[in-house]
């Protein structure tokens, strides 16, 4: 006989109606498996345990001391808000360096039921369950607003592995509140004003959820943590939160020491990249040294190869003239770089993640690390508008980010310009600062932003002229060419 089948006995007393000890077992029968949600906590630790994963790996780094140190590092106060953190979902972390085919494929498969199934996997702001259509709706804008505010992904082949967090909303509770939270705090940052109370709920929920993961055994260890604290840390430099931008990063250096230090991002160019754009806003902001990076000790250039015969005689020479040696060998790298993306682009295609992240590291830091005291000096000049430039690698629709310390210096370095140019490089080299400045860091309406421009501009009169003068110094086509139109035409006005 079937296991699947069970007989009852009848009642002598009542024939049509079984005992209750076997209406316990019918519905027992009747009821298994059904009376289950796919988005509870239950089914998630299924789904999770249905994975293969890795056993656990275990370090004598990550003892309580060190978990509490991670947990205080992200500690924020948010104590305006008046909400109380919600019973999401345990977190179901994947502990691989990177998340395998088979991992990825049974998470695509349990995201496809909640999708057909519509289950909620936390509560909204008005502690109602949130459907998983309206958190799909929420990851796909957080995606939107993420690949318009990094442009280069259009012309960096980063792995595609990173970007396989979709899961991660319906089965890690701070990182779905982190979504939440970087939509709200993106859309009050383009409004023009403060976080609304929304805003505020995630960003407290984030938090919560974040120092809970965290306190847990190997918390650390998922990558999503560090998706989460870099969405806060970067959210916080847009509101000049100074305080949370510092605790974010020290949790994150902390993080990624236990996590093997600058081998952690060896298959990580993403995620290097995201690390190294906070230190440059950081620095940018405050003008203090970076928080997260370490002073060069090598400041040779990042090519292993000659530099290219094309460059000779041209404007990298006569930068060398006129700045430290050590800017100037930044200076060349960095105009490799950029040859080199609009090389693949032309060509329809784009540069590896990792050559592309190694080299960019190498200029930024040096950059950073580099000081020169006389402002009006063709060296702090040259180095501020390389910066500058690094900024605009990170945008935002409708409004610039704030870089106080960066705006204020490279306004007092291009005052001093002037518009006596002694060849035509040098003509060209100031456009390019001021157009730079103008799509970064300063405001083309500025009158004497505008008056220098026009003595120098001479007879460029189409955009054209301007941007084929631009790709001579530091430019890159598919990712500034937008912003560098619309700098052009606002200084031209």
Same mark, same amino acid.
């Given at each position: ?137 929420? *990851?796909?804008?957080?995606? &939107? +607003?993420?690949?318009? %505010? @990094? /442009? ?6 980063? $792995? ?117 754009? *906070?230190?440059?806003?950081? &620095? +940018?902001?405050?003008? %203090? @040294? /970076? ?6 000790? $090598? ?117 001093? *310009? ?76």
């Amino acid at each position: 006989m079937p296991e699947a089948f069970a007989f009852v006995s009848a009642c002598a007393n009542h024939p049509n109606k079984p005992a209750n000890a076997d209406r316990f077992l019918i519905r027992s029968h009747v009821m298994a498996g059904r009376n289950k949600s796919l988005g509870s906590r239950r089914s998630l630790r299924e789904a999770a345990r249905q994975a293969a994963t890795p056993p656990k790996i275990y370090t004598t780094a990550t003892d309580c001391g060190d978990r509490h140190a991670l947990r205080e590092s992200i500690e924020t106060s948010p104590d305006s808000v008046d909400a109380k953190p919600d019973a999401g979902p345990q977190n179901v972390r994947d502990r691989n360096d990177k998340r395998s085919g088979k991992d990825f494929e049974a998470a695509c498969l349990q995201l496809d039921r909640q999708i057909r199934t519509r289950s909620g996997v936390f509560a909204s702001l008005d502690n109602t369950e949130t459907a998983c259509g309206e958190l799909i709706s929420e *990851l796909t804008t957080y995606n &939107s +607003a993420k690949h318009a %505010a @990094f /442009p280069l992904k259009y012309t960096i082949d980063f $792995d595609e592995a990173e970007d396989s967090c979709v899961p991660w909303i319906f089965s890690n509770t701070a990182f779905a509140h982190s979504v939440f939270y970087a939509t709200s705090a993106a859309n009050d940052f383009r409004l023009g004003r403060p976080y609304t109370r929304p805003t505020l709920i995630h960003l407290r929920r984030t938090i919560r959820s974040l120092n809970m993961q965290l306190g847990e055994d190997g918390g650390h260890l998922d990558d999503s943590t560090i998706y989460t604290i870099v969405t806060l840390a970067m959210l916080a430099t847009l509101v000049g939160d100074l305080i949370a931008v510092r605790a974010h990063m020290v949790g994150l250096r902390r993080i990624i020491e236990l996590r093997g230090g600058e081998s952690f991002f060896v298959e990580r160019p993403k995620q290097h990249f995201m690390l190294e754009r *906070l230190d440059l806003a950081w &620095s +940018a902001y405050s003008g %203090a @040294f /970076p928080r997260y990076s370490c002073e060069p000790t $090598d400041w040779r250039s990042a090519f292993t190869g000659p530099q290219a015969v094309s460059d000779e005689g041209g404007l990298a020479s006569i930068v060398a003239m006129i700045v430290d040696a050590r800017l100037s060998t930044v200076f060349q790298d960095f105009q490799r770089l950029t040859r080199l993306i609009n090389a693949y682009a032309n060509e329809d295609g784009r540069l590896k993640g990792d050559v592309f992240q190694h080299v960019l590291a190498s200029i930024q830091r040096r950059l950073l690390w580099l000081r020169f005291s006389q402002v009006d000096g063709w060296s702090e000049r040259l180095r501020l508008g390389m910066l500058a430039y690094l900024t605009t690698t990170f945008q935002l629709s409708g409004r610039k980010v704030s870089y106080d310390y960066l705006s204020a210096r490279y306004r007092r370095s291009c005052q001093a *310009l002037g518009a006596c140019t002694a060849s035509d490089d040098m003509r060209t080299l100031k456009a390019w600062l001021l157009v730079v400045g103008a799509m970064s860091v300063l405001e083309p309406s500025e009158p004497w932003l505008g008056a220098i421009w026009h003595e120098i501009a001479g007879s460029w009169r189409e955009w054209e002229d301007v941007q084929h003068q631009l790709e001579s110094v530091l430019w890159t086509n598919k990712v500034q060419d937008e912003a560098g139109k619309s700098a052009y035409e606002a200084l031209t006005f």
